[in-house]
């Protein structure tokens, strides 16, 4: 369903208290996603996926991996003001109405979305009184005669309508044509003005400005209405009005007075003067238990910035704007690094859409001064992105500053940059970048996070099976870590976990048992995590305890609910260990819930259709078996997929049911086959014959 209608008709207002009526009697779930804020609609199904926390972060297709998350689902999504990404919203709500049944979706645009089964509802204005009512009581029982006294009263001064006046007030709600943010603007006035003032005022108005004549009736009322009131600000009201244009998702009245104040306009006067816009309904005020945020409707922020490039401004307030970010970016680089990434999350999550405009402008204006502000305040704020899994959206940015920051001038920039690069790439690019950044973070001095660096190295080195290597990057890390006396802590902690997950895929179970004992103690507040049960059923695979290595691999999916989405991860090695026990039954199963996670997890792809391999030759199809394990092989990101013990296990058991059908050339034809295949197609066909 899409609530259609012009600015300020109440079409997100009247979304919402439908979603609340809904929420209980036929939905267990609403949820609201805000597409305001965004320029790009290729970022449509991220900032959905943000929302609703889906872990979709690695996906080739965002928005199919969304649907196949939300498939078994049953819930109402609100996607308001669809109107200017309106192709990609389209798409998300058509893409989700097909694939997930249990999924509906409410969206509101000034014009309909288009898509196949779609209901489009045009939000009247609210019902208007007759011209001369007969009574107070008629005019009353219209809500735009209700609104337009409740706001006008709203402002401390009474409003008495005589008798004779009621046609006034109903005049003036018929030439507001109704709409909700066109009352809401004009009622403040009437008490100041008076009626008859107001409605001299307003038509006069509204013929001189009645806005482009190929806009609906009702838009150009309302954009003649925003203007009459601006008309009546004072200069120093209009000033800030039009400059907190720049702000996006709301601000503080600190980064307000950072931004928008100057000579004409003091830090001094801009509490009151944000008073009065609120007072005038052209501002609303959103509290707070830290910092009161001031925002503006969409339709009111439009028109302000018409008015910033008009005066000429809006270069330098933008500026402004970013040089305030990039300051706060760098703040926030540091307590990146002190914090748990939640309560980092929570501080500064409010200041996404800032973020975001400030970096499309920085980047759209080409100076080096700009665009280095636009890899302060990326660097600075990277975890917005990467703690929210939107690492599309962080990619995107990547390619747009990285390569025009100049290392050698601003290195500590640069080296912000690239190790946000490193969180969200694969093990290829990472080890590509080596040695680039290691130089970098050297010359820098940045032993943590050079430390962090040679941690991750090794990790993917390990997944490698480039044993000796990742021993030397984690000999390097931990001197990193003596020698900052980092001991005992959570860096330290995971350090170790690293080391003790290298030792493990090596085969030397000792020392990895070692290691992961003391990760566990060193991790009291939060003993438990998926690897630490990934790397030990690995060990106790490679020491022939089958059924120990299932129970504990059970034991983690048990409590995936503490581990979240990531815990997943684990069913890859208990498919392997289902059928190294000879439960098949088990492995299909488990091996059909792995397929639909690795559809929006690439870097369990490869891994999971290479275990379900087997299965699916156990199950009486080898030749499909083995075209699919020539894709797995294909896309691995490790050069010997078949080194890792379970994995070369589940393979085995793939291999001997195959020669028992085909010769060798035979299997090798099936496996360049498979090599071709389309990753779709490919996960598509293991489901099939997995379920």
Not at 187 to 215: N, Y
Not at 375 to 381: A, E, L, Q
Request: net charge negative; hydrophobic share 45%; with cysteine.
């Amino acid at each position: 369903m899409t609530l259609t209608g012009s600015g300020g008709v109440g079409k997100t207002r009247i979304a919402v208290e439908a979603a609340k009526k809904l929420l209980g009697e036929h939905y267990d779930q609403a949820w609201f996603v805000d597409l305001a804020p965004l320029d790009n609609g290729t970022f449509v199904a991220g900032a959905i996926a943000s929302v609703l926390e889906a872990p979709v972060a690695q996906a080739i297709d965002p928005l199919r991996a969304l649907a196949t998350w939300l498939k078994s689902r049953r819930l109402l999504l609100l996607l308001d003001n669809c109107e200017h990404v309106i192709a990609d919203a389209a798409q998300a709500a058509a893409v989700m109405a097909r694939a997930c049944p249990g999924i509906t979706v409410l969206a509101t645009s000034r014009e309909r979305l288009a898509v196949e089964g779609e209901r489009a509802y045009r939000l009247p204005s609210l019902p208007l009184p007759p011209k001369l009512p007969d009574s107070a009581h008629e005019a009353f029982s219209f809500a735009a005669f209700r609104l337009f006294v409740e706001r006008a009263e709203a402002t401390g001064l009474k409003l008495v309508i005589a008798p004779d006046r009621l046609g006034s007030v109903a005049a003036i709600c018929q030439q507001l044509e109704g709409i909700p943010l066109a009352i809401e603007l004009a009622a403040p006035r009437a008490a100041a003005l008076g009626l008859d003032a107001l409605q001299e005022q307003l038509s006069q108005h509204f013929i001189v400005a009645g806005g482009s004549r190929d806009l609906p009736q009702r838009q150009r009322s309302m954009l003649a209405t925003i203007a009459w009131s601006h008309e009546l600000l004072s200069e120093q009201e209009r000033t800030l009005l039009r400059r907190l244009a720049i702000f996006r998702g709301g601000a503080t009245i600190g980064a307000i007075a950072a931004v928008t104040a100057d000579a004409a306009l003091t830090v001094d006067v801009i509490p009151e003067i944000l008073s009065q816009l609120v007072d005038k309904s052209l501002l609303s005020v959103v509290p707070s238990d830290k910092q009161t945020r001031y925002t503006m409707l969409e339709s009111v922020r439009s028109f302000a910035r018409t008015k910033l490039v008009e005066m000429q401004e809006l270069e330098w307030v933008a500026r402004a704007h970013a040089t305030w970010l990039a300051v706060a970016a760098d703040r926030s680089e540091a307590a990146y690094r002190e914090m748990s990434q939640s309560q980092w999350l929570r501080e500064r999550i409010a200041e996404i859409d800032n973020v975001r405009s400030a970096l499309e402008w920085t980047t759209s204006e080409g100076t080096e001064h700009d665009v280095v502000l636009a890899g302060r305040i990326f660097g600075g704020f990277r975890g917005l992105w990467i703690t929210t899994k939107q690492h599309a959206e962080c990619r995107h940015w990547l390619g747009t500053i990285l390569p025009r920051i100049d290392a050698e001038r601003h290195p500590h920039i640069a080296a912000r940059l690239m190790a946000t690069q490193i969180q969200v790439s694969d093990a290829k690019q990472v080890q590509a970048a080596a040695t680039d950044a290691i130089a970098l973070f050297e010359r820098i001095g940045d032993r943590k996070l050079l430390m962090s660096f040679y941690a991750h190295l090794a990790f993917e080195q390990g997944r490698c099976h480039d044993f000796a290597a990742a021993e030397r990057s984690l000999d390097l890390a931990f001197a990193l870590a003596d020698e900052d006396q980092l001991r005992g802590s959570r860096r330290y902690a995971d350090l170790v976990e690293i080391r003790g997950g290298v030792r493990a895929r090596k085969g030397d179970t000792a020392e990895a048992k070692a290691d992961l004992a003391e990760a566990f103690r060193l991790r009291e507040a939060d003993p438990e995590n998926y690897r630490l049960y990934y790397y030990r059923a690995q060990i106790e695979f490679c020491d022939g305890h089958l059924t120990e290595c299932v129970v504990l691999l059970e034991e983690g999916l048990g409590m995936r609910g503490k581990y979240g989405w990531a815990g997943k991860i684990l069913l890859i090695p208990l498919v392997a260990a289902y059928l190294a026990v000879g439960e098949v039954d088990a492995a299909a199963k488990t091996g059909a819930e792995l397929l639909e996670f690795a559809r929006f997890a690439p870097q369990a792809t490869w891994s999971a259709i290479w275990h379900v391999a087997a299965v699916i030759a156990l199950r009486g199809h080898p030749a499909e078996a083995v075209r699919l394990a020539g894709f797995a092989a294909a896309i691995s990101d490790v050069p010997d997929p078949g080194a890792d013990r379970m994995r070369r296990s589940s393979h085995d058991i793939l291999m001997s049911s195959a020669r028992q059908h085909f010769s060798a050339e035979t299997i090798a034809t099936l496996t360049a086959e498979g090599a071709r295949l389309d990753l779709d197609a490919a996960i598509d066909e293991a489901v099939r014959l997995c379920s």
